[in-house]
Structures are given as structure tokens and as C-alpha cells.
């Protein structure tokens, strides 16, 4: 059973402060993707990574794909309280396109 | 608006029925994904299509579920014989490469 697991579970930071957010699995991901939901929504997908090493920006957000392409991170800089929100990194394998999600991180930013 | 939509947005049904939900994809995907969300978890994979076959099925789901998509184009998700333990949000995707798109989810709670 391919598992992502998400650390940490729970993450509450001031307004201004930085954080990483990490995704690991024992599996191999020909892509990789972060999302972020807000309360009673869907998920709302940020970024997709596709090759091992591979860093991508948005904005205050950077994500990286690990070179094994099994782990990724989500960093975020000068936190603000809109980012606040569940994020979900979701991975599938090789010949499927079948996502398993992580287990999440739940974000709450306070002003 | 050209996104994902679901619907009933919610549902409330008593323990035995049978309930039915609908998803409408974005009109070019041609593959729709259908997930079940528990409070505080990352979603969990239970079926998708590539136009109108049903590609993979969760081991995880029993018999009182099925989906369909007829023409490739929107989705029916049916439980049957509904029990405390299906309270969850439905959530539906649809892709066209990689990238999930959601929609807003169908909640269920049954008594």
C-alpha cells in the first residue's frame, strides 16, 4: 500500500514567520502535487512536479521534488494569515494516474 | 463558470437508503476521479474513468458502491444501503494530463 506521509500534522505560526511543510514515501512518483483546501471546499491544486530535484516557486511558496523523486516539501516565507488552509500533496506512480493523497497539514496563520 | 460542479452539495439521508450524486467534469477532461474525505484527512482515492470506462476501483470500497459515467461526460456516484460510517465528502476531479481540478464536494450525513 503506498503511503505519503505529512509532517507536521498541525502547525500554528505568527504572521511573518517561515515554515516547511515535508511529504515522504517509501514509493517512487513520476508526479508529485501540492494542494490547499479551505473548510466545506475542494482542494485547490498549487503546483505539479514532474522531474527529481525539480524546485518550483509561487510567489512566497516554493516546492521541491526530491531527486529520488519519493519526497517533497512545501515552504512557505513571511506566512500570512490567508495561508491559512489543510495542504495535501498528492503523488502517482508510474503508469497510473491514480493520486494518493497525503495525510495533510493543517496551516493556521495568526495575525 | 467552466469548473468542476457537484450536486446536491449536501445530503442528509437515514441509515438503508439509497443515495445518488452527480458530477459534472470540465467539458474537455477526459478523466474523473472520485474521492471520500473525512474530517481532518487528505482524500482517499475510490474510483476513476478515462472517458467511459471505469479504469481502477478501490479495494477499499464494498459492494454497495458504484459509479458510472455513460457517455464520458458527467458521473453518477450511488451508495446503497447507506450506513453511519459513509458520512464523509464526496469529492469529484476531472484532469486532462496531469493537473486534478476539484469541485466543491457533496456532503453526506447519514443518521
Known amino acids: 500500500t503506498q503511503l505519503l506521509e505529512q509532517s507536521p500534522q498541525f502547525l500554528s505560526i505568527q504572521e511573518g514567520e517561515n515554515l516547511t511543510v515535508y511529504c515522504n514515501s517509501s514509493s517512487v512518483f513520476s508526479s508529485l502535487q501540492w494542494y490547499r483546501q479551505e473548510p466545506g471546499e475542494g482542494p485547490v491544486l498549487l503546483v505539479t512536479v514532474v522531474t527529481g530535484g525539480e524546485v518550483k516557486k509561487l510567489k512566497r511558496l516554493t516546492f521541491q521534488f526530491g531527486d529520488a523523486r519519493k519526497d517533497s516539501s512545501l515552504h512557505i516565507t513571511a506566512a500570512q494569515p490567508g495561508d491559512t488552509g489543510l495542504y495535501l500533496c498528492a503523488g502517482a506512480t508510474s503508469g497510473t494516474y491514480k493520486y494518493i493523497f497525503g495525510t495533510g497539514t493543517r496551516l493556521k496563520v495568526l495575525a | 463558470d467552466t469548473g468542476v460542479s457537484q450536486d446536491p452539495r449536501h445530503k442528509i439521508t437515514k441509515r438503508g437508503q439509497n443515495v445518488t450524486f452527480r458530477c459534472d467534469p470540465i467539458?474537455?477532461?477526459?478523466?474523473l476521479y472520485w474521492y471520500r474525505q473525512t474530517l481532518g484527512q487528505g482524500p482517499e482515492f475510490l474510483t476513476y474513468?478515462?472517458?467511459?470506462?471505469?479504469?481502477?476501483k478501490s479495494r477499499l470500497l464494498s459492494d454497495r458502491f458504484s459509479a458510472e459515467r455513460p457517455k464520458g461526460s458527467f458521473s453518477t456516484l450511488e451508495i446503497q444501503r447507506t450506513e453511519q460510517g459513509d458520512s464523509a465528502m464526496y469529492l469529484c476531479?476531472?484532469?486532462?494530463?496531469?493537473?486534478?481540478?476539484f469541485g466543491p464536494g457533496t456532503r453526506l450525513t447519514v443518521l
Open positions: 467539458s474537455e477532461h477526459n478523466r
Open positions: 474513468f478515462q472517458n467511459e470506462a471505469q479504469l481502477e
Open positions: 476531479a476531472s484532469s486532462r494530463i496531469d493537473e486534478q481540478f
